[in-house]
């Protein structure tokens, strides 16, 4: 088990704050900016070597609405590899 935390600054001002959390079979992360209208993003993805599953979203604070939001499956085999994203 990991858990890292990272404080970014990009210019001109903007902070931002990421936590990730890491294990053998998943990680969740998520980020926030450090600003009077936040926008959060949210990551997950968890799995075997042969099959995955992962999502990620985003939430602008200012709008109150999701702006972005993504899923995803892959399958892997010995001799072939397949993925799908929505």
């Known amino acids: 088990m990991t858990v890292m935390a990272f404080y970014s600054l990009f210019l001109p001002c903007i902070l931002q ?3 990730q959390y890491f294990h053998d079979r998943a990680s969740f992360t998520t980020a ?15 799995g075997t070597p042969t ?8 939430y602008d604070t200012t709008l ?4 972005k939001y993504t899923a995803g499956i892959s399958v892997t085999k010995p001799d072939s590899y397949a993925s799908l994203i929505l």
């Open 17 to 19: 704050l990421e936590v």
């Open 32 to 46: 926030v900016a450090l600003n009077q209208s936040p926008a959060i993003d949210v990551t997950a993805t968890i």
């Open 51 to 58: 099959i995955a599953f992962g999502a990620e979203a985003g």
């Open 64 to 67: 109150g609405s999701f702006t």
